[in-house]
T-cell receptor, first 115, second 110 residues
Framework: DAGITQSPRYKITETGRQVTLMCHQTWSHSYMFWYRQDLGHGLRLIYYSAAADITDKGEVPDGYVVSRSKTENFPLTLESATRSQTSVYFC??????????????FGEGSRLTVL | DAKTTQPPSMDCAEGRAANLPCNHSTISGNEYVYWYRQIHSQGPQYIIHGLKNNETNEMASLIITEDRKSSTLILPHATLRDTAVYYCIVRGVGAQKLVFGQGTRLTINP
């Protein structure tokens, strides 16, 4: 089905483990984004990508790694998970980033718990 | 991108118009105003955007003041399903990212 999908939807892991959250979109959108959402902080941008092999840091990039080898995929990796990374993670994509047409389409979120 | 200020919460009666204000006094000429909402724990959903002129679509209307320093999102006939957090965001031409603030938690009461 067309759209943007995230996996896994729920994940429990332990401190120090590596975790990868997957994001896949079927629209061939150029731009993709990762946000995290915590109580009291709203949505905060972690990383974003303007195209394959082009990524840039957002507001809170520390502790995360991203890659974009294919346009449709934008995985987010926590190399050594910490309790402070317990959060809900949202992936989003956009066809264009400017000119009033930069509507973002969000996935359903991945809820990560780090014990 | 210019910062925005929204009230943390609002209430509205079902069937009435919900008017959500947003201040963006430092907005510059090439920055757009976007509105998104987030229902419960779902991903945010685009509502509407505008530059200078008022805009209307099937979901809502956006009224931007002449000096562009503030705007109002109007849900003309609010329903219980409109209960959500509403985010007002200012985003410039060429800006690659959307930065969310705290938003307004709108509760529609029966």
């Amino acid at each position: 089905d067309a759209g943007i999908t995230q996996s896994p939807r729920y994940k429990i892991t332990e401190t120090g483990r590596q975790v990868t959250l997957m994001c896949h979109q079927t629209w061939s959108h150029s731009y993709m984004f990762w946000y995290r959402q915590d109580l009291g902080h709203g949505l905060r941008l972690i990383y974003y990508s303007a195209a394959a092999d082009i990524t840039d840091k957002g507001e809170v990039p520390d502790g995360y790694v991203v890659s974009r080898s294919k346009t449709e995929n934008f995985p987010l990796t926590l190399e050594s998970a910490t309790r402070s990374q317990t959060s809900v993670y949202f992936c989003a994509s956009s066809a264009r980033s400017w000119g009033g047409t930069g509507e973002l389409f969000f996935g359903e979120g991945s809820r990560l718990t780090v014990l | 991108d210019a910062k925005t200020t929204q009230p943390p919460s609002m209430d509205c009666a079902e069937g009435r118009a919900a008017n959500l204000p947003c201040n963006h006094s430092t907005i510059s000429g090439n920055e757009y105003v976007y509105w998104y909402r987030q229902i419960h724990s779902q991903g945010p959903q685009y509502i509407i955007h505008g530059l200078k002129n008022n805009e209307t679509n099937e979901m809502a209307s956006l009224i931007i003041t002449e000096d562009r320093k503030s705007s109002t999102l109007i849900l003309p006939h609010a329903t219980l399903r409109d209960t959500a957090v509403y985010y007002c965001i200012v985003r410039g031409v060429g800006a690659q990212k959307l930065v969310f603030g705290q938003g307004t938690r709108l509760t529609i009461n029966p």
